[in-house]
């Protein structure tokens, strides 16, 4: 089973300031399967970033994600008010056909 | 533009059956897979299992033997059913479609996702 592990479990950062947020996988993964979500209090996660590094329809191009093996980064280029929230990482294995998400990233306002 | 709502019971005893039904519209639910998601109070996400258009099912073998999922598509509806309810199942439950593309192997994401339905179990 892949566990995936998201650091900092906080990050506090200004607006306009860069995000930088980490999704680590315990076995190497395809980036392929690899996906980002994000979810503010209250609303259901929306999707932001899948295959790693593609971004979802309507998602500004300040996100933006990266990586391979077990490392992949999720990258907020310019926070803006509404980017405080947190974020998830998501993988997928094909076979049996599983899906597991990170613990989240929250980034609060500093 | 393809929408998903839960529906059901937001209060469950403990031992008892949680059956969850997640409308949708805006869309036909051919070659689609359609998952339940879990989340509890102030913790992560959880996948809890999904079913194929045509009602092949797979679960998240944690909840395998307590969950059963059906579908309708000529109602635009599919189901969740989890048994024998504790307060660890108390959550916020998110149906949700997944894009995956059976012919070139690419997808594993959820979108859209409904506004989830927060079910309590108390007796």
């Known amino acids: 089973e892949i566990v995936l592990t998201q650091s900092p479990g906080t990050l506090s950062l200004s607006p306009g300031e860069r995000a930088t947020l980490s999704c680590r996988a315990s076995?190497?993964?395809?980036?392929?399967?690899l996906v980002w979500y994000q979810q503010k209090p209250g609303q259901a996660p929306r999707l932001l970033i899948y295959?790693?590094?593609s971004r979802a329809t309507g998602i500004p191009d300040r996100f933006s994600g990266s990586g391979s093996g077990t490392d992949f980064t999720l990258t907020i280029s310019r926070l803006e008010p509404e980017d405080f929230a947190v974020y998830y990482c998501?993988?997928?294995?094909?076979?049996?056909?599983?899906?597991?998400f990170g613990p989240g990233t929250k980034v609060e306002i500093k | 533009q393809v929408q998903l709502q839960e529906s059901g019971p937001g209060l469950v005893k403990p031992s008892e059956t949680l059956s969850l039904t997640c409308s949708v519209s805006?869309?036909?639910?051919?070659?689609?897979?359609w998952s339940w998601i879990r989340q509890p109070p102030g913790k992560g996400l959880e996948w809890i299992g999904y079913i194929y258009y045509n009602g092949i099912t797979n679960y998240n073998p944690s909840l395998k033997s307590r969950v059963t999922m059906s579908i309708d598509t000529s109602k635009n509806q599919f189901s969740l059913r989890l048994n024998s309810m504790t307060a660890a199942d108390t959550a916020v439950y998110y149906c949700?479609?997944?894009?995956?593309?059976?012919?070139?192997?690419?997808?594993?994401?959820?979108?859209?996702w409904g506004q989830g339905t927060l079910v309590t179990v108390s007796s």
């Open positions: 076995q190497s993964v395809s980036t392929s399967y």
């Open positions: 295959a790693a590094s």
């Open positions: 998501q993988h997928y294995v094909s076979s049996p056909g599983a899906f597991t």
């Open positions: 949700a479609r997944e894009y995956y593309d059976t012919l070139t192997g690419t997808g594993g994401w959820f979108d859209p």
């Open positions: 805006g869309d036909s639910m051919s070659t689609y897979f």
